[in-house]
């Protein structure tokens, strides 16, 4: 069971995907939040933090208790909303990720996604 921390970063009605590269052995080329696995002797909302921090070069407020939890066959993912970070979001790790974008929940419709449970969380956090 792998276990998962994410974020949902939003910024004028639209949430932040990151493109799982092709050649990714866990959930490769799809749409998915950012963020990454938990590590021994981690909580989730430090994992968040340090993912998002390496990922995307942010550094982003984490508070509270995750919005959601997504649990599949091999993962459980607790999912932030964050409203609040410093810096610009790029992609620092073009390995892991070959593209990201600013979507709203109709726009995702249209992507290949990790998991189609996305459109309705990315709805829910952006009412």
Known sequence: MHVV?????TQNGRGLLLHRAPARRW????????????EAGETPALALRR?????????????????????????RM???VVESWDGEPVNLDPAEHD????????EMAALDLADERLIALFDAALR
């Open 5 to 9: 921390a994410a974020g949902l970063l």
């Open 27 to 38: 959930y490769p080329d799809c749409w998915d939040l950012p963020g990454g696995h938990v």
């Open 51 to 75: 993912e998002l921090q390496e990922e995307l070069g942010v550094t982003a407020v984490v508070t509270g208790p995750p919005f959601a939890r997504i649990d599949g066959a091999d993962f």
């Open 78 to 80: 607790d999912v932030w």
């Open 99 to 106: 593209a990201l974008a600013w979507v709203d929940p109709r």
